[in-house]
């Protein structure tokens, strides 16, 4: 059974940072691409951050550029998400996605879902 559970979502205000966590199991974590991907009330599933299976190489959305860090740690099935100066824009619920192949930024490649994790942004 796989299962991906995000966790570290919160209130927080605009300016602060969180860094999500997404713990894995089920499937051969380290063999995946691993991506953030966030909704907001009202919008479709938009790409947020990945990070590759090997070498590491990451991808960000624009909106996420010079603020959001992606890291994952294999030997704990952990995939991160560091959010540094967080805007009110930024509130959506953040889900983690596994892919094999596929495009990065695209929700529908990817293979598993967590539940998802409530992030919102006040001032």
């Known amino acids: 059974q796989v299962h991906l559970v995000e966790s570290g979502g919160g209130l927080v205000q605009a300016g602060d940072s969180l860094r999500l966590s997404c713990v894995a199991s089920?499937?051969?974590?380290?063999?995946?691409?691993m991506g953030w991907f966030r909704r907001a009330p009202g919008k479709e599933r938009e790409f947020v951050a990945g990070i590759g299976w090997s070498t590491g190489m990451t991808q960000y959305a624009d909106s996420g550029l010079g603020r959001f860090i992606v890291s994952r740690d294999n030997a704990k099935n952990t995939v991160y998400l560091q959010m540094n100066s967080l805007k009110i824009e930024d509130t959506a619920v953040y889900y983690c996605?596994?892919?094999?192949?596929?495009?990065?930024?695209?929700?529908?490649?990817?293979?598993?879902w967590g539940q998802g994790t409530q992030v919102t942004v006040s001032s």
């Open positions: 996605g596994s892919l094999v192949a596929g495009m990065w930024t695209r929700a529908s490649d990817y293979s598993y």
């Open positions: 089920g499937f051969a974590f380290s063999n995946y691409t």
